[in-house]
């Protein structure tokens, strides 16, 4: 036991035990609730709580967490005297909560935050978002539709406008969906209806359109690479209940986006519209690096980062998208090939931990912003599309390039760590 440890153990000493379980349990629901993945979670809950001189066994899910505690002050070997279950919905991330829950949990510990007080702001954090930051999230959902349109697929400029239109009508559904229960069952169907539907019809008698990349676009958001992505790294981890569920949820949405994409596509071929589906000229080069910025700037808003740390996700997501090109560029693949990707996931979590070591702060405001351009959601929708078609070889071909990007992202970041040792949990 070091000596802060023991310091720390005789000022908490003193204080209720319900008083800093209280603490510990606010503390680990806020972490959930603001996309902290199982691994990271369980470390962070564990290490407050020998802080505050108990040992907690930490079991944390995509919808539950327990929690056993014993009182160090009865003995290193002392019998769990409390286990608390918690049953929550999965989180989303949001970096400006996410780090303010850690900087309380931070000056609590050092005892510049009485632990009753500690507990008030954490329950403060979970106040419904305001009006402001509605609007912002929706504007992000089109934004980042747009940019991707522009960056990845080289649509032209009237897919662009269209997907980032369709885009922002996806996020006010899916905001909608987060106060709605019923709604929320079904959203992700719902918003892949409403995005082809209105591809085709604007297709069929406005201008001609690229459907499949106008939708899978405007979708992009929800597709779940993200949740594949962590599933991998928590599977690969050993936290296999936790990654099996994230696995399981994302291979659900997936399942619902691609359902809703081709019930559209049959309700418009039952009442007689028929899409002029075709490319029209795309976007020169040099948009790619405007539509880098703005993807840049959209997944700040999306991820809730704070102001201050608007330029950090900024430059994150620059570094991590130009690694993963030059890394696929000098193997002599596309931008998206699994060495790029490798490069992208191994230079963003060696910053990551640069940056939590540095600025004190988490390294989740570099890392979760700056992987989202690398993580291959779409190649999974593509593949679960295809198989639905019952086009079975692509599908599989599609499947198994999935599996290769997302095991060369989650190597990347764990030799990420190993290049540079996080000393922060988050």
């Known amino acids: 036991m070091s000596a802060a440890e023991a310091i720390d153990r005789q000022q908490f000493a003193t204080t209720a035990l319900t008083t800093r379980i209280a603490?510990?349990?606010?503390?680990?629901?806020?972490?959930?609730?603001?996309?902290?993945s199982a691994p990271r979670l369980e470390m962070a809950v564990a290490g407050a709580a020998q802080r505050l001189g108990m040992?907690?066994?930490?079991?944390?899910?995509?919808?539950?967490?327990?929690?056993?505690?014993?009182?160090?002050?009865?003995?290193?070997?002392?019998?769990?005297?409390?286990?608390?279950?918690?049953?929550?919905?999965?989180?989303?991330?949001?970096?400006?909560?996410?780090?303010?829950?850690?900087d309380i949990a931070d000056r609590a510990i050092a005892g510049e935050l009485g632990l009753r007080e500690g507990f008030r702001r954490l329950r403060e954090l979970g106040r419904p978002d305001t009006?402001?930051?509605?609007?912002?999230?929706?504007?992000?959902?089109?934004?980042?539709?747009?940019?991707?349109?522009?960056?990845?697929?080289?649509?032209?400029?009237?897919?662009?406008?269209?997907?980032?239109?369709?885009g922002a009508g996806i996020g006010w559904i899916t905001l909608l969906a987060g106060s709605r229960p019923r709604l929320a069952v079904a959203s992700d169907a719902i918003c892949a209806l409403v995005a082809t539907t209105v591809a085709i019809v604007v297709s069929a008698?406005?201008?001609?359109?690229?459907?499949?990349?106008?939708?899978?676009?405007?979708?992009?958001?929800?597709?779940?690479?993200?949740?594949?992505?962590?599933?991998?790294?928590?599977?690969?981890?050993?936290?296999?209940?936790?990654?099996?569920a994230r696995m399981g949820g994302a291979m659900s949405t997936l399942l619902k986006l691609t359902f809703g994409t081709i019930a559209a596509t049959q309700l418009c071929a039952a009442v007689g519209i028929a899409a002029r589906d075709f490319a029209l000229p795309a976007l020169p080069v040099w948009t790619d690096y405007p539509a880098l910025l703005v993807a840049a700037v959209a997944f700040a808003i999306l991820f809730r980062a704070a102001r201050r740390d608007w330029p950090v996700v900024i430059v994150a997501v620059v570094v991590g998208y130009l690694a993963t090109r030059w890394g696929g560029a000098i193997s002599g693949s596309l931008?998206?090939?699994?060495?790029?990707?490798?490069?992208?996931?191994?230079?963003?979590?060696?910053?990551?931990?640069?940056y939590a070591r540095f600025a004190h702060r988490p390294g989740a405001v570099v890392r979760e912003p700056g992987i989202l351009l690398l993580v291959p959601g779409s190649v999974g929708f593509r593949s679960v599309s295809l198989l639905l078609e019952r086009d079975t070889t692509p599908s599989l071909d599609t499947g198994l390039l999935l599996v290769t990007l997302l095991v060369s992202l989650v190597a990347g970041l764990m030799f990420g760590d190993l290049l540079v040792s996080p000393r922060r949990s988050l």
């Open 23 to 36: 603490f510990v349990l606010e503390l680990a629901r806020r972490l959930h609730q603001y996309g902290t």
């Open 55 to 102: 040992s907690a066994d930490v079991w944390s899910s995509p919808t539950a967490i327990i929690i056993s505690f014993a009182d160090l002050a009865q003995g290193e070997e002392g019998v769990a005297q409390t286990t608390q279950v918690m049953r929550l919905a999965p989180g989303e991330v949001n970096l400006e909560r996410l780090c303010q829950a850690d």
């Open 131 to 166: 009006r402001r930051e509605k609007i912002g999230s929706i504007a992000s959902y089109g934004l980042s539709a747009a940019s991707i349109a522009a960056l990845f697929l080289h649509s032209a400029w009237v897919d662009l406008v269209v997907a980032g239109a369709i």
């Open 205 to 244: 008698f406005v201008v001609p359109l690229s459907i499949k990349s106008v939708v899978l676009a405007s979708l992009i958001i929800l597709v779940p690479g993200m949740s594949l992505t962590n599933a991998v790294r928590e599977i690969s981890s050993g936290h296999l209940v936790s990654g099996m």
């Open 335 to 354: 931008p998206g090939a699994p060495v790029g990707v490798f490069l992208g996931g191994l230079l963003l979590g060696a910053l990551a931990n640069v």
